[in-house]
């Protein structure tokens, strides 16, 4: 997936003229039941320093491992300015509690997602990704010329006198970015990821020690250093293996805001999808959900998920159901999405980020497990064969590829959902994830293709194929070819494959993950799909893709071949809620190549 695994989630407001109701109701909305001060219904806080108040959690389902520490600056003794003000900040330990330094300078509140919070080791050279909401106030838009930035320091470094450079940085808020992060006083939501690609990743990679994340703003203070805004929890690179715990989770699955399996054969002529969920991130407030409600609230509609269904980068079971359980419990979500009364069937894919951690497949360790929180997730009954407790000849299924057909109004075959599984089985795309194999390498695995092709054969008005991961983009060739484990020599399956497909080094393809990392695969799922097509078994195929945080449409023709006539396929990218991406990616079958979605 374009994120890799999240580190810290940074909750931060620069100034006092951030709206504090607006504030505390984005707490209240991501974790229902909680109490703030001084605001309608609130009935529980405690004292904290300075006339400030730490609020604690409520009651709700979420209270054991969604613990929000919500600081609040009181206002009332004498009119602040950003330099004179007393500040805050509330860090969450793994164990949930506050720990308040008020050396740290944050403004109206902190907040830290509970997604990040069991992620304490990191494989060298891993990706580290770093969630933030950030604001620029109203007439203090110069404040962005001087930069905000996140970045890594060593664990012991002084927060109040961070060297410079950094180990390695990026800016979220600055003049050398998309200026539309910095403006006005609307708050900035969003990730960025820390790698080789960084501004000043000179340190890269980091191959061992224990550091933390900081955010600053402004300038310097004394020309050679950096104050910070706000700190992750410290965490150590260098762990050969990421410790694991393939365990089942201890505590139950939510018994409330269930999902509704789709019924096979069902009358469905309306679905929708969407992929990359993170509730703290739904800037737009309930509209998505509201239109999805209004739209696809009657019969004969479904909701698809096309992966990281939550971020729950971890071999934790536990940890995943709990994410899990939140996704499910976000006030939106269950008030107006799928789990909503009357209920919208449900159904979908994964990826990376709900599957294991960041880009992995095979290599990683609790794929049954994980296969197992899935399973519960989406309420799968124990006849399903994904299901742990299936009591089929061959035992339970590896992987979660599923397929419904659905009928029309007259009862013949209408769509045909066909959900692919492209992590469960999934070789090493690069050396970082596993050894190589070469031309050896698979996406979907022996048994996931049989199980397609005969998919692929039945009779069907037309057939929807979702993945987590983008499957038209061309393989990206201004990268090295040695760098991808599918690559076998050249001349080889690696390159006929591409070149099978009409496409040479003149097509630009996404950097990030997509099949074309395994031109071999994408080849023979398009030559499949060409095939069902010609066959009479589906008048059109369309893919269906998250992953990559924007949204687009893309066209293919794959070129006639082997008897085979020539045939165009349509593709749409749904990603992600709220979360977008602003970059130009290259992509030579975006249906118009010259912009990017959003």
């Not at 983008?470 to 484990?485: A, E, G, I």
Request: glycine share 8%; net charge negative.
């Amino acid at each position: 997936m374009i994120v890799p695994s999240i580190l810290a989630s940074i909750g931060i407001s620069l100034t006092s003229l951030i709206d504090e109701t607006a504030a505390h109701e984005v707490a209240k909305r991501i974790f229902p039941g909680k109490a703030y001060k001084n605001h309608p219904g609130d009935t529980a806080s405690k004292g904290g320093k300075n006339g400030k108040t730490t609020e604690t959690a409520g009651t709700d389902w979420c209270e054991s491992y969604c613990d929000l520490p919500f600081g609040k600056n009181d206002k009332s003794s004498k009119k602040a300015t950003a330099n004179e003000e007393q500040w805050e900040t509330a860090v969450v330990t793994p164990g949930g509690e506050s720990v308040v330094d008020d050396r740290l300078r944050t403004s109206v509140c902190s907040f830290l997602n509970l997604y990040n919070l069991v992620f304490m080791n990191y494989k060298e050279g891993q990706d580290i990704e770093i969630d933030f909401f950030y604001a620029i106030p109203p007439g203090d838009e110069n404040q962005s010329s001087n930069g905000a930035w996140i970045g890594l320091w060593p664990a012991d470094a002084d927060p109040l006198s961070l060297p410079s450079p950094s180990a390695n940085w990026k800016y979220i808020c600055s003049n050398s970015q998309d200026d539309s992060s910095c403006e006005e006083a609307n708050p900035t939501t969003g990730w960025v990821t820390l790698n080789g690609d960084s501004v000043d990743g000179m340190s890269w990679p980091l191959t061992s020690g224990t550091w933390m994340v900081h955010l600053i703003a402004g300038g310097m203070m004394d020309n050679t250093s950096y104050q910070s805004l706000a700190s992750s929890e410290a965490f150590t690179i260098g762990v050969t293996e990421i410790p694991v715990d393939c365990n089942d989770a201890p505590q139950d699955s939510n018994p409330e805001n269930l999902h509704l399996v789709p019924t096979d054969g069902a009358n469905i002529n309306k679905m929708a999808f969407g992929s990359c969920f993170k509730p703290t991130s739904q800037t737009a407030g309930p509209a998505l959900w509201q239109h999805v409600r209004s739209n696809f609230g009657g019969e004969g509609s479904i909701w698809n998920w096309l992966g990281d269904n939550m971020y729950g980068d971890t071999s934790d079971s536990q940890a995943k159901r709990d994410a899990y359980n939140c996704a499910r419990g976000d006030s939106y979500y269950s008030q107006y999405g799928p789990v909503a009364e009357p209920k919208i069937p449900t159904t979908g894919v994964w990826d990376d980020h709900d599957f294991g951690y960041n880009n992995e497949g095979d290599n990683y360790v609790c794929r049954k497990s994980s296969q197992n929180e899935f399973v519960y997730h989406f309420n799968l009954p124990k006849t399903d064969a994904r299901h742990p407790e299936y009591t089929g000849p061959d035992g339970q299924q590896e992987g979660i590829y599923s397929s419904y057909l659905f009928s029309t109004d007259s009862g013949s075959p209408g769509i045909h959902l066909i959900n692919l599984d492209n992590r469960y089985h999934r070789s090493p795309t690069y050396d970082t994830y596993g050894e190589c194999i070469g031309s050896s390498s698979t996406i979907l695995g022996s048994a996931q293709w049989a199980w397609l092709e005969d998919e692929l054969r039945r009779p069907s008005e037309i057939k929807v194929i979702a993945s987590g991961i983008q499957v038209l983009p061309p393989t990206n060739l201004n990268r090295n070819k040695t760098d991808y484990c599918a690559f076998d020599g050249h001349g080889n399956t690696f390159d006929t494959a591409i070149q099978d497909l009409g496409e040479d080094e003149s097509f630009e393809g996404t950097k990030y993950e997509s099949w074309a990392e395994i031109p071999q695969e994408r080849a023979r799922l398009l030559k499949s799909v060409q095939e069902s097509i010609n066959a009479g078994n589906a008048k059109q195929v369309i893919f269906l893709s998250g992953d990559q945080h924007w949204a687009e449409v893309m066209v293919k023709e794959i070129p006639a071949s082997d008897g085979q006539p020539a045939v165009t396929v349509f593709e749409v990218t749904a990603s992600g809620i709220d979360q977008n991406y602003i970059s130009d990616i290259a992509n030579t079958n975006r249906l118009r190549p010259d912009k990017q979605g959003s």
